[in-house]
């Protein structure tokens, strides 16, 4: 062949490829596709599985004649059953005109009751498929996740998606939900020991709830109990659920889940209240943050595990109501020592409880373990639940309340 | 005589380097996730150092056949015809290879971002790209190879930076495995076969001589072996031991769990890109090589009029498999027991029968040996 016929072959060639540029065969266009927002899985009345999907709907955002989206919703929502999770998916393109997708899918919520089951089926088939991302978050409802994702509607934001993400970043401002993604969930079920955990919703239903609170330092509240009135959205995020491998097995309150944040080293701000050491009819509020790694200690004796974990703290004041000049270099300590012993005292019940409830080890204390055994069929074997169970565990916390916030001192009021 | 072009000392480098790292992209951290479990860092070290010691040899034959490539030298020291069937047996690799290469590139294309394609569509866009790369020669392979080299380093890198939010260091531990010694030994047998280590020992002219040869082929392959050996390491500490070697495609999974905020996430696409490079670069070199293999054997003037039949030879070879699990069977035995024989066996004989009959253009002149 000459050096003509090469290039002509060569020129043929890459004009064969130029098609390939414009997405293959397997494209698909924007305005084929329904975006999925949020998937609710629940047992179904009739088949195993209904499932609940958020789609955001184009068309409430597609310009209209006078530049806005018109009157149509931002997200439909809409319910199927099916076997299985991915023949719900093939039912939801027998009604709709566009085509499913989870690609941007930001929250996978499932029932009390499927996730009381057991999670474990449902994670392979979420996790096996393309389209859905391990960093989603998992959400375990009180109740039925078609109700609270019917009821939920927040005001403040155009769609339940941006909700999600705003939830998850107020998780870390408040602590009181942990935020947990499908990755997480899944490394730490698969981790082989550790008991793995997830963030808990619900819907409160519009009555204002009574108030629980028996000590400021509490917040004993899961979502859908919150005593609130007029909030943004019919959704609350707080609290956590327990699993005990791939099932459901309890929930931890708002001050449970700050507890197991901080002992997990997961924990970022929050604020506490805590009863004035010297004026108890008053209060002291905190701003604090984990100031570093909690330190782990573990010592094997030939009967048990001891664990010592010292959880560090620091931060500010953000109220001083008694009017105490607690912010001095002395005087600060009275506070930091009350503020220490009853956190101390709340995590040794937290751990009680999860000995108690048969939970398991939720604070990863497994994880560090890791480093003592030697090999990896030892820890494949390892009974590590019962060793957490007769563990002698005890929690150490040391915090320090570096700034008085924007008043270094509370001058009493000169009354004439 | 071939005429091969002149690749420069970062053109090698690029093109021994991206070939090397392509098993990264594919199963390779999950399969010895699952074989070496938490003990990943000395099974791979392991394997690496075997790989290491395996291009030794190679330099060793090329120092001793200075101008001529593995093909010649087998003729020099085996004879014709013995030397013809080492050729054919080096060129049958390289060919299986390439078609394994074509299916499991094509496989991870179809699973990650191309579901609704047909498998021949891809495997099609791949062989042609490969055919026509080999058709311009390895000269402008290596020069693509170099200016990818920063692209697709970039993206490992970046992967493996924006992955660690994810980490957990205790995923390292426990240490060790109960028999180290034999899952040592398995890892060796299963993963040490690199048939980048025989890359320089085939297009030597091109890269100026043995010498430049062997210095390229040495810090490509440590380099690569490296990267593969840390972002193993970095899949493991993402997933774990369980999660992750049940992985097909770990290194995308990595990628899929970028997010720093709302912005920078879903970022797999962009790094889709330079895995892409890797497997078509990867592509047009063996496609090259089983050519050019083939050509020295028959002493052809040029390897152009075989780049057709190779590459439907291999495409037709690439789509036999009735799926991705028997192609990963399949490719597993060529990669393990069977690949060694053309990447270390022949090599190694080539080296013994060489020494104990004096051959080679330093025989019997040490002082002459830099």
């Keep these: ?416 | 005589m071939l005429k091969e072009g002149k690749i420069g000392i970062y053109e090698g480098f690029a093109l021994i380097f991206i070939s090397n790292i392509s098993g990264l992209f594919l199963s390779l951290p999950a399969s010895l996730m699952e074989d070496g479990k938490s003990m990943i860092w000395l099974t791979f070290s392991m394997v690496h150092l075997v790989t290491m010691l395996n291009l030794v040899i190679i330099i060793l034959l090329m120092k001793r056949h200075a101008d001529t490539t593995i093909i010649e030298a087998s003729e020099q020291i085996l004879g014709r015809y013995l030397g013809i069937l080492i050729g054919l047996i080096l060129a049958a690799y390289f060919i299986m290879r390439e078609a394994f290469l074509f299916r499991s590139y094509s496989e991870a294309f179809l699973l990650s971002t191309l579901p609704r394609t047909p498998i021949s569509i891809v495997l099609i866009t791949i062989a042609t790209a490969a055919i026509v790369s080999a058709h311009y020669g390895v000269e402008i392979i290596a020069r693509v190879a170099r200016i990818c080299l920063t692209f697709i380093v970039l993206g490992i890198v970046s992967v493996l930076l924006l992955t660690m939010p994810n980490i957990s260091p205790n995923y390292i531990f426990p240490l060790f495995v109960e028999d180290p010694l034999k899952i040592i030994g398995n890892s060796v047998l299963n993963y040490s076969v690199t048939s980048e280590v025989l890359v320089p020992g085939l297009i030597l002219h091109a890269m100026g001589g043995w010498r430049f040869a062997a210095k390229i082929s040495f810090w490509a392959i440590l380099c690569g072996g490296s990267i593969i050996l840390i972002a193993s390491i970095m899949i493991l500490l993402t997933f774990g031991v369980q999660g992750g070697s049940e992985l097909t495609l770990p290194f995308y999974e990595t990628s899929k769990l970028i997010a720093f905020g709302r912005f920078l996430q879903r970022m797999e696409p962009v790094f889709l890109l330079t895995w892409a490079m890797v497997g078509f670069l990867k592509s047009a070199l063996y496609l090259y090589l089983s050519t050019v293999i083939l050509s020295r054997i028959f002493k052809l003037p040029d390897y152009r009029p075989l780049l057709w039949i190779i590459t439907l030879l291999c495409f037709v070879i690439a789509i036999l498999p009735p799926d991705y699990p028997s192609t990963l069977e399949l490719e597993g035995i060529m990669l393990g027991t069977v690949g060694f024989i053309p990447v270390l066996i022949i090599p190694l004989f080539l080296l013994i029968i060489s020494i104990i009959r004096n051959l080679g253009v330093n025989a019997g002149s040490p002082r002459n040996d830099p």
């Design chain 1, 1 to 416: 062949m000459g050096k003509h016929g090469n290039k002509i072959l060569s020129m043929i060639l890459l004009l064969l490829l130029l098609p390939q540029l414009c997405g293959c065969t397997g494209g698909r266009e924007t305005d084929e596709v329904a975006l999925v927002l949020a998937v609710g899985f629940d047992k179904g009345e009739n088949s195993p599985l209904e499932m609940t999907v958020t789609i955001a709907n184009p068309q409430s955002f597609a310009a209209g004649e006078g530049g806005g989206g018109g009157k149509a919703e931002n997200y439909i929502t809409a319910n199927v059953e099916g076997p299985s999770i991915w023949e719900c998916y093939l039912l939801f393109n027998t009604f709709g005109t566009r085509d499913i997708s989870f690609v941007h899918t930001i929250a996978y919520i499932f029932s009390e009751e499927l996730a009381k089951e057991g999670m474990d089926k449902y994670l392979h088939a979420l996790l096996r498929q393309r389209e859905v991302r391990r960093n989603s978050q998992i959400l375990i409802c009180r109740g039925t996740a078609k109700e609270f994702m019917k009821n939920n509607k927040p005001q403040l934001e155009a769609s339940p998606n941006k909700q999600y993400q705003a939830m998850e970043r107020l998780a870390g401002l408040t602590e009181l939900s942990p935020s947990i993604t499908l990755h997480k969930f899944y490394s730490t079920l698969k981790s082989l020991h550790s008991s793995p955990v997830a963030s808990l919703v619900g819907t409160n239903t519009g009555e204002k709830k009574a108030s629980k609170q028996k000590s400021p330092l509490l917040v004993p509240y899961v979502a859908g109990e919150v005593p609130q009135e007029g909030g943004s959205a019919n959704a609350e995020f707080i609290g956590t659920a327990v699993f005990r491998d791939d099932q459901l097995v309890g929930e931890l309150d708002g001050t449970e889940t700050r507890l197991m944040l901080l002992m997990n080293g997961d924990f970022n701000i929050s604020t506490f209240t805590l009863r004035d050491p010297k004026k108890p009819k008053d209060v002291i509020a905190l701003r604090l943050r984990q100031a570093k790694k909690p330190d782990i200690k573990i010592v094997s004796d030939k009967e048990k595990l001891n664990i010592h974990q010292t959880i560090y703290m620091e931060g500010e004041f953000l109220s001083i109501q008694s009017g105490e000049n607690y912010e001095g270099t002395k005087r600060k300590k009275i506070v930091e020592q009350a503020f220490n012993q009853q956190m101390q005292q709340l995590s040794q019940a937290l751990i009680d409880k999860s000995r108690d409830h048969n939970w398991g080890d939720i604070f990863n204390y497994d994880l560090v373990y890791r480093k003592q055994v030697s090999t990896w069929e030892e820890w494949e074997t390892l009974n590590w639940k019962e060793m957490y169970d007769t563990a002698e565990i005890t929690v150490e916390y040391k915090t320090n309340i570096r700034r008085p916030g924007l008043m270094r001192t509370t001058n009493h009021i000169i009354r004439g």
